[in-house]
């Protein structure tokens, strides 16, 4: 059995396929991405692999975990659980699957909120979970896959959070997000 095969067990044996598919289309997008900014494939395969590995527990499994480990809990996450995923999908990678490599632990980390002074990587996780999701709601995805400059990625991700707070989109907004929002607003 190769390692993706044991991460791909792992959502399965969990009753988590949807969520496996997901990812994998998440993996094709990033990958993708990673050709068009030279990154290293491998690593942004498994971490596209690993962001929502998480899917194994419910929010409040997460939760629990997230206050047993002491991690400081946004305001966000105090509400809505399910936001802790990406940190404890990092914590998975790492623990259950011996991922020590910081860039892809800080992309899973990251990938649904991103974070101020943000990585091409962890932008990269973050705008292939959003393109996966619906590649007509992210502003110049085909731009980005055309061109692949960092003012491009940029202006993605800046361009698909705009999106969310001028459509309502964002119940609670997490701290990193509104910090990488403002960051980005800024270049």
Known sequence: MTFIDSIQNKYISNNQQ???HHVEAVAEIAVGLAKTYNLDLEKIKLAALFHDISAIMTPQEMYTLA???GLEIDPAEE???ALLHQRISAIIAQEEFGITDAQILQ???CHTTLKKNASVFDKIIFIADKISRDPKDVPQ???LMQNGTAA???SACYLFIKHQ???GLLVFAHQWL??????LRNL
């Open 67 to 69: 206050k047993e480990r």
């Open 107 to 109: 992309a899973v980390e």
């Open 79 to 81: 509400k809505y659980h």
């Open 165 to 167: 707070f001028d459509n």
């Open 141 to 143: 995805y085909d731009d």
């Open 152 to 154: 491009m990625l940029d």
């Open 178 to 183: 509104l910090d990488a929002y403002e960051e």
């Open 18 to 20: 949807e969520a496996l």
